[in-house]
């Protein structure tokens, strides 16, 4: 797979209008898992280009990571992409709205993914909504403190039999 990435980047490095190359290197990172390296290519590749053509961009990676959430198994991978995938929301997309969405998404198929509590935390911080952000305060501790909990009680010695 490496040598996969490496030779479409060689590719793109040498024309970067190489559309073909260009999905092969994202789609291969996105089979590999690797969010940040499909947000920074997608980032540099939408670098100076027409606000409606990177909007356009970002959608159809949007679209291509939320079909990979409903197709994965495993509720902590998935978890950690409906995060990114909020995050490209708010950040890249500028939509709040939908960025919550998923970041409630991450938070439900995965309690211990406190990330996405304190990602719709930092947003309503930012549209000042005190009551939302003491909640997710709350809710965040909770989850702390029941994680906490669980694992002292699972490394709790067992008793040992007195040999009587």
């Known amino acids: 797979m490496d040598k996969d990435l490496e030779s479409y980047r ?3 490095a040498s024309n970067p209008d190489d559309a073909e190359a260009l ?3 994202e789609s291969a990172l996105i089979r ?3 969010w940040a390296g499909v947000v920074a290519l997608i980032a ?3 670098e100076g280009v027409a606000p409606d053509e990177a909007e356009a961009t ?3 990676l949007v679209i291509n990571l939320e079909e990979r959430v409903a197709e994965m198994e495993e509720p902590r991978q998935a978890s950690a992409l409906a995060l990114a ?12 709205d939908e960025a919550m969405l998923r970041y409630q998404k991450a938070f439900q198929l995965d309690a211990a993914n406190l990330q996405a509590l304190q990602a719709a935390r930092r947003s309503y911080e930012g549209r000042e909504n005190w009551e939302l952000v003491l909640q997710l305060y709350n809710l965040e501790l909770q989850q702390t403190d029941e994680g906490l909990a669980q694992r002292i009680g699972s490394s709790k010695p067992q008793p040992q039999p ?3």
């Open 85 to 96: 995938i909020g995050v490209l929301w708010e950040e890249r997309l500028d939509r709040a």
């Open 32 to 34: 590999s898992g690797d």
């Open 162 to 164: 007195l040999g009587i």
């Open 23 to 25: 999905a092969r290197l």
């Open 44 to 46: 540099e590749r939408t």
């Open 10 to 12: 060689s590719q793109l």
């Open 58 to 60: 970002w959608m159809r």
